[in-house]
């Protein structure tokens, strides 16, 4: 966290201190050497404060790679199931963050903000490290269920797809063995996930990890 609040402080002191000595020097005396100081300062912003020109190219492959394993896994169109990926937060660390839409509706869901670390079955893979499956029992109560077991307050879940029955999380792992991403899927059906969709899916993650 230190690490982090330090290296913010430097990237606001890059941006802020060219921006405003090469403004105050312009408007005293407008030479191109005084312009282009300003404008470094705002092409550090830009960097800083927008993807990068590579990233929409990277979530393409990676969306591509999991379009593939959809496919492959064959679901059953009853089932619903929906496969997405989650990384944690550029700012805020404690977040994971919707990096593609939901394969294969290509909406996104409802949690915009992101999901905190400490809930769901993806907070609870990334924390944990390990694949996560779970299962509604028949009959169980989706609000009250997902507020006690997974930790979402009542309003949360409000904003959640009601119908889903089974989870699977599986983290994608760096070379160092810590979680960069989490593959997410959730289904209308019960028993989808048997132990041959996560090791498909683990094996998928050794090549989506020099992606994200």
Not at 124 to 135: A, K, P
Request: aromatic share 10%; hydrophobic share 40%; net charge positive.
């Amino acid at each position: 966290m230190r690490y982090i609040i330090i290296k913010g402080l430097i990237n606001l002191l890059l941006i802020i201190f060219p921006i405003l000595t090469g403004t105050m020097l312009y408007f005293q005396k407008p030479t191109l050497s005084y312009l282009f100081l300003g404008l470094a300062g705002v092409s550090g912003a830009v960097k800083i404060f927008f993807p990068s020109h590579k990233i929409p190219l990277i979530r393409q492959q990676v969306r591509g790679n999991l379009e593939a394993v959809y496919s492959l896994l064959k679901f059953r169109k009853s089932d619903d199931v929906r496969m997405t990926l989650y990384v944690p937060g550029r700012i805020r660390r404690d977040m994971l963050k919707q990096a593609i839409p939901y394969i294969p509706s290509g909406r996104y869901g409802s949690c915009k903000r992101g999901i905190n670390i400490a809930k769901g079955v993806v907070g609870c893979c990334y924390r944990t490290n390990e694949s996560v499956f779970h299962q509604l029992k028949p009959r169980a109560n989706f609000k009250r269920h997902t507020v006690m077991r997974w930790g979402f307050t009542e309003r949360e879940v409000e904003k959640l797809q009601q119908d889903r029955k089974s989870y699977l999380a599986v983290p994608v792992r760096n070379t160092q063995g810590n979680v960069k991403a989490v593959i997410c899927l959730d289904s209308f059906g019960r028993n989808v996930f048997n132990p041959g969709v996560g090791t498909v899916l683990l094996t998928v993650c050794e090549a989506l990890a020099k992606l994200v």
